[in-house]
């Protein structure tokens, strides 16, 4: 079994900025790609930003671009989510996602999930 388990989220106030953190443990499997979604209420999962396991190449989506910066650390198989200049919008529960079976930007490609966690951007 697979464990992804994010940290990091919080209370910040526009302008501030979080870093999540999303550690896989268990058995070993074969993911690609690590990637971040984010789902605020009311509303559907969206990605966020993507690292490629090998070489690093990254993906983001158009809002985040320029703010976010994702990256990992293989030896310790953790991606990051470095969070600058938040805005309220960016308000969401936040989960990492492995195991990619088709489209890197669609929450149904993925095997894995973490629990998710809280980040909440005040005005």
């Known amino acids: 079994q697979v464990q992804l388990v994010e940290s990091g989220g919080g209370l910040v106030q526009a302008g501030g900025s979080l870093r999540l953190s999303c550690a896989a443990s268990?058995?070993?499997?074969?993911?690609?790609?690590r990637t971040w979604f984010r789902q605020a209420p009311g509303k559907e999962r969206e990605f966020v930003a993507a690292?490629?396991?090998?070489?690093?190449?990254?993906y983001y989506t158009d809002s985040v671009k320029g703010r976010f910066t994702i990256s990992r650390d293989n030896a310790k198989n953790t991606v990051y989510l470095q969070m600058n200049s938040l805005k309220p919008e960016d308000t969401a529960v936040y989960y990492c996602?492995?195991?990619?079976?088709?489209?890197?930007?669609?929450?149904?490609?993925?095997?894995?999930w973490g629990q998710g966690t809280q980040v909440t951007v005040s005005s």
């Open positions: 690292v490629m396991w090998n070489g690093g190449f990254t």
């Open positions: 268990g058995r070993t499997f074969s993911s690609d790609i």
């Open positions: 996602a492995a195991d990619r079976s088709g489209g890197i930007y669609y929450a149904r490609s993925y095997a894995y």
